[in-house]
Structures are given as C-alpha cells and as structure tokens.
C-alpha cells in the first residue's frame, strides 16, 4: 500500500522560505513524484514534479520557476520542495502524488493516482 506523509507546512512572510518534506513508503517500482497546490476557491494545480529513478528529469510550473526547487532522496524515499521568495499568491493546500513512471509525460503532470493528505502553507504580506 502505497502512502505518502507530507511535513513541513506552516506560516511565512512574503520573501520567506519553507520546504516541504514527503515521506513515501510501499513504492516497489519506478515512480515519478510531484507537488499540487489548491488554493480556496481555485482549482488544483500543478507546482512541480520530477521523474523516477534514472532519470534527472524535472518540470516547474511557470508561477513558481526561479523561486521552487522540487527534489527528491532516492534511497530516504523522501521527495522535497524548497520554496524561496515566497508571496501570498503560494498560499494553499499542497499536496505530494506519485505515480508510476510510465506515465510521466500524462498523468503524473495532472492527476497522479496517489495522494498525500496534505500541508497547509500560508503566506503573509
């Protein structure tokens, strides 16, 4: 059974930094891994997601790029995302996913089939 356990969550000033942690356990295989967000009133989003084991791909998306660093410790089993330069708008849910590798250029960009339960990041200006 798959499961994914997100940390690290918590309130910032805008230009602040936070990383998120998300411990992941039952992966047997090769799986890409990622980062959404929803924000209240708005749809989920992608924020990041980086490819499975042997491969160094990654993909931010544009709100985040320059600011955002997705990565992962392959033999923790720990995917990260470091979040510098923080602003309010990056106020939401964020969610850790995964999905198998195989998938990476679809569904890992959209809808992974397994979620964490999610941490709260609130940004104040």
């Known amino acids: 059974q798959v499961q994914l356990v997100e940390s690290g969550g918590g309130s910032a000033q805008a230009g602040g930094s936070l990383r998120l942690s998300c411990a992941a356990s039952g992966l047997t295989s090769s799986y890409c891994m990622g980062w959404f967000r929803q924000a209240p009133g708005k749809e989920r989003e992608k924020v990041a997601t980086i490819d499975g084991d042997g491969s160094t791909r990654v993909s931010h998306a544009d709100s985040v790029k320059g600011r955002f660093t997705i990565s992962k410790d392959k033999a923790k089993k720990i995917l990260y995302l470091q979040m510098d330069s923080l602003i309010p708008e990056d106020t939401a849910m964020y969610y850790c996913?995964?999905?198998?590798?195989?998938?990476?250029?679809?569904?890992?960009?959209?809808?992974?089939?397994?979620w964490g339960q999610g941490t709260q990041v609130t940004v104040s200006s």
């Open positions: 996913a995964a999905d198998f590798a195989l998938w990476w250029g679809t569904r890992c960009q959209t809808d992974p089939v397994y």
